[in-house]
């Protein structure tokens, strides 16, 4: 009993205050395999928001910028409900399946993941690897803390699919060929650290959202995903050659992007009715 003890290594976890899925239903996989010793749960500022605002407007311009308000006017009329029941399926799957978390995992509160008492946090809890599920790049003093690295789960095929909501773009793309998530150890650029592997799943883009497809892409492949991050801590892992992919940074959706790829959709799916699903790959 005690040496099985000693094999299960020690994470932490950093997500958002209010992301359920990820806070407890990531956390209850984690802990099925892992000792999570704490969770460092990020309560963003409004004056985050702006900055993200402002960012977006710099890179894509005012007009385009009214093209992301439009799409985000469109997905919480339309969308949003449908993505929240998906979200507590999947969470309530998640708790019969993993059970609850433990009593003594300590939560961390903060403002920033970047903050003096997260820093501080991590290091008292000294993790073998941290898990970060944040919008938030991280600081080096904070993703070098732990000695097997701080990793993502990154939404969207890297280097090709970098920064922001790659899942929407490959399909805006017409590329669903690269859907999916990338495990990647977390350096000092965005999104362009050492890539473990590349994690699809079945999906049907006009029934469902980016936003479930890209949670799909991670919580449809669990297994494999625990299995790799076993093998990186184990030392047994290699990442992936991506120096010949082509390489880009992608930002928030727009609506006019959207409505293209719901209609080349709809046509190919009126053309050919079994295209629309395609099958979950890792590697």
């Known amino acids: 009993m005690e040496q099985t003890q000693q094999l299960r290594p020690k994470v932490a976890l950093i997500c958002h205050a209010d992301d359920s899925l990820n806070r407890e239903g990531l956390a209850q996989w984690l802990a099925s395999w892992a000792d999570v010793v704490g969770i460092v749960a990020i309560q963003e500022p409004a004056r985050r928001a702006r900055q993200r605002i402002r960012r977006e407007i710099k890179r894509v311009?005012?007009?385009?910028f009214l093209d992301v308000v439009a799409f985000r006017i469109y997905s919480k009329v339309y969308q949003a409900r449908s993505d929240q029941q998906w979200e507590q399926q999947k969470l309530q799957l998640l708790q019969t399946q993993y059970g609850s978390l433990p009593n003594n995992i300590t939560t961390l509160m903060t403002d920033s993941p970047n903050s003096a008492a997260a820093q501080e946090f991590l290091e008292q809890r000294q993790p073998d690897f941290v898990i970060?599920?944040?919008?938030?790049l991280l600081a080096e003093r904070i993703y070098s803390i732990p000695p097997a690295g701080t990793f993502v789960m990154h939404p969207g095929i890297c280097p090709r699919y970098r920064n922001a909501h790659g899942v929407f773009w490959a399909l805006a793309n017409d590329d669903a060929e690269h859907a999916g998530m990338t495990l990647l150890k977390?350096?000092?650029?965005?999104?362009?650290?050492?890539?473990?592997?590349?994690?699809?799943?079945e999906m049907d883009p006009l029934a469902e959202s980016h936003i479930v497809i890209q949670h799909r892409?991670?919580?449809?492949?669990?297994?494999a995903i625990e299995s790799r991050l076993r093998q990186i801590l184990a030392g047994t892992a290699t990442p992936l050659d991506t120096h010949s992919e082509p390489s880009g940074e992608w930002g928030q959706p727009w609506l006019t992007a959207y409505l293209r790829y719901r209609s080349r959709e709809s046509k190919r799916r009126r053309a050919?009715?079994?295209?629309?699903?395609?099958?979950?790959?890792?590697?």
């Open 186 to 201: 977390i350096d000092r650029g965005v999104d362009t650290g050492p890539v473990f592997g590349y994690f699809r799943c």
């Open 217 to 223: 892409t991670v919580f449809d492949n669990l297994p």
């Open 132 to 136: 970060a599920r944040c919008k938030t």
């Open 61 to 64: 311009g005012w007009r385009r």
């Open 272 to 283: 050919l009715p079994s295209v629309g699903t395609r099958p979950a790959i890792s590697h």
